[in-house]
């Protein structure tokens, strides 16, 4: 199997796809074409969330603001996992999900020799890659033509919350497509405080369980299936009911 992760939209994929078809038979799965654009951090979360739940797999994720710099592309390489991705960041979250506290991570960086396009390196360079690797294998990586171990790479790391014993502070992360505001702030910090209320930014807001448990309209706080504060609304879209967006302050005050 080979996954394909991307701000691409359509119809690019579809080029990545054909590239893959002509060197492997892999089952192609789609994962997303629709993350933000040139929104590394924001790639890098939903994958976090996502991937994990594929079998063994390799996976091809082009978020990739970079693309025609001297940013380097890379593999990752976590058990039976291998994750063909430029070098911003957007593999390592993930990556580290998948390891867990026993797989090592082993990252290789990949040759690039002089792509058909400067501004289109998930079919010239992620692509191929990623056929090549499901061809030989994950376990092969070290001796795989055209990779070699990579001296150094780009460890993307959420922003940490700060927790005490008032309350919370952090930042929105993401913001889904049904407009819920999901934090960095840990679910543990609410989660003995479902049927009360906590105050965000200073204001009151009900903590439920549940979007349902408030009127349609109603702002509420709930844990998400990230494990994550988020600030949502019932039948709403949390981000407008709240003002805030990304990277925007959230302080969580009992």
């Given at each position: 199997?080979?996954?394909?992760?991307?701000?691409?939209?359509?119809?690019?994929?579809?080029?990545?796809?054909?590239?893959?078809?002509?060197?492997?038979?892999?089952?192609?799965?789609?994962?997303?074409?629709?993350?933000?654009?040139?929104?590394?951090?924001?790639?890098?979360?939903?994958?976090?969330?996502?991937?994990?739940?594929?079998?063994?797999?390799?996976?091809?994720?082009?978020?990739?603001?970079?693309?025609?710099?001297?940013?380097?592309?890379?593999?990752?390489?976590?058990?039976?996992?291998?994750?063909?991705?430029?070098?911003?960041?957007?593999?390592?979250?993930?990556?580290?999900?998948?390891?867990?506290?026993?797989?090592?991570?082993?990252?290789?960086?990949?040759?690039?020799?002089?792509?058909?396009?400067?501004?289109?390196?998930?079919?010239?360079?992620?692509?191929?890659?990623?056929?090549?690797?499901?061809?030989?294998?994950?376990?092969?990586?070290?001796?795989?033509?055209?990779?070699?171990?990579?001296?150094?790479?780009?460890?993307?790391?959420?922003?940490?919350?700060?927790?005490?014993?008032?309350?919370?502070?952090?930042?929105?992360?993401?913001?889904?497509?049904?407009?819920?505001?999901?934090?960095?702030?840990?679910?543990?910090?609410?989660?003995?405080?479902?049927?009360?209320?906590?105050?965000?930014?200073?204001?009151?807001v009900p903590v439920r369980r549940t979007y349902a448990t408030v009127e349609p309209g109603q702002r509420l706080v709930t844990v998400g299936s990230h494990g994550n504060v988020?600030?949502?609304?019932?039948?709403?879209?949390?981000?407008?009911?709240?003002?805030?967006?990304?990277?925007?302050?959230?302080?969580?005050?009992?």
């Amino acid at each position: 199997m080979i996954t394909l992760s991307s701000d691409f939209g359509s119809p690019y994929p579809a080029a990545m796809k054909g590239v893959i078809l002509q060197e492997s038979d892999a089952r192609l799965v789609d994962v997303s074409h629709d993350f933000p654009r040139q929104d590394v951090r924001g790639a890098a979360f939903w994958l976090r969330e996502v991937l994990p739940y594929f079998p063994p797999a390799v996976h091809c994720i082009v978020v990739d603001p970079g693309v025609g710099t001297d940013r380097a592309a890379i593999v990752v390489r976590v058990g039976e996992h291998a994750i063909v991705a430029p070098d911003n960041g957007v593999a390592l979250p993930v990556a580290r999900e998948l390891a867990g506290e026993g797989d090592a991570i082993e990252v290789f960086e990949i040759d690039v020799e002089d792509p058909e396009s400067a501004t289109f390196h998930g079919r010239d360079v992620f692509a191929p890659t990623a056929a090549v690797v499901h061809e030989t294998g994950v376990e092969s990586l070290h001796e795989t033509e055209g990779l070699s171990r990579a001296d150094g790479y780009e460890n993307l790391a959420f922003p940490e919350p700060t927790v005490s014993r008032t309350g919370a502070s952090g930042e929105v992360l993401v913001v889904d497509g049904f407009g819920n505001a999901i934090t960095n702030i840990p679910g543990d910090a609410v989660a003995d405080r479902f049927g009360q209320q906590v105050r965000i930014n200073a204001e009151p807001v009900p903590v439920r369980r549940t979007y349902a448990t408030v009127e349609p309209g109603q702002r509420l706080v709930t844990v998400g299936s990230h494990g994550n504060v988020e600030l949502a609304v019932n039948r709403g879209r949390g981000d407008e009911a709240f003002n805030v967006g990304v990277g925007e302050r959230i302080e969580l005050s009992y």
